[in-house]
């Protein structure tokens, strides 16, 4: 029951960007120390980095190469360096205490313009839809990764 709490508080965002963009996202958790998780379906989510409060504390990588793309700013803000397809996914910060909190989460995507003009209504309409539908199995994927999570712990309690 726990982990149906837990994960039902987060909220989605979505983050519209362009290949070789950097993009930056905040944790909107109150911590002296949290991890950056990032969830790509259909992989486990992933422990990026280990943030601390105190800027005299560098970030703990989880892998080094995670150093070339990610970096922390003030108050855990992530940033993600020339973003390529390989970054795109559900980011979310957790707490490290126990029970773990989580903070909402922000689904980063491609944002694919037509400049050509050329593109119908429908077309339009069938790329919504597709969306929407991603959008859906997106929420179910965190959900239950979160759960798992969550009983994960419990279980380790």
Not at 68 to 86: C, E, T
Not at 105 to 129: K, M, V
Request: proline share 4%.
């Amino acid at each position: 029951m726990t982990g149906v709490l837990l994960c039902c508080q987060a909220a989605v965002s979505d983050i519209s960007t362009l290949l070789g963009s950097d993009v930056s996202m905040n944790c909107d958790l109150e911590e002296k120390e949290i991890v950056w998780i990032v969830l790509k379906s259909p992989d486990p989510p992933t422990q990026i980095l280990r943030s601390f409060s105190s800027e005299e504390e560098s970030p703990h990588y989880f892998n080094k190469s995670f150093r070339r793309k990610y970096s922390v700013k003030f108050k855990h803000r992530l940033v993600i360096n020339n973003i390529s397809a390989d970054e795109l996914g559900v980011y979310f910060c957790m707490s490290t205490r126990c029970p773990p909190k989580f903070s909402n989460s922000s689904r980063i995507y491609l944002n694919i313009t037509d400049t050509s003009g050329l593109c119908s209504a429908h077309n339009e309409t069938s790329l919504e839809f597709t969306d929407h539908i991603e959008t859906q199995w997106n929420i179910i994927f965190i959900i239950s990764a979160l759960m798992i999570i969550s009983v994960l712990i419990i279980f380790l309690i």
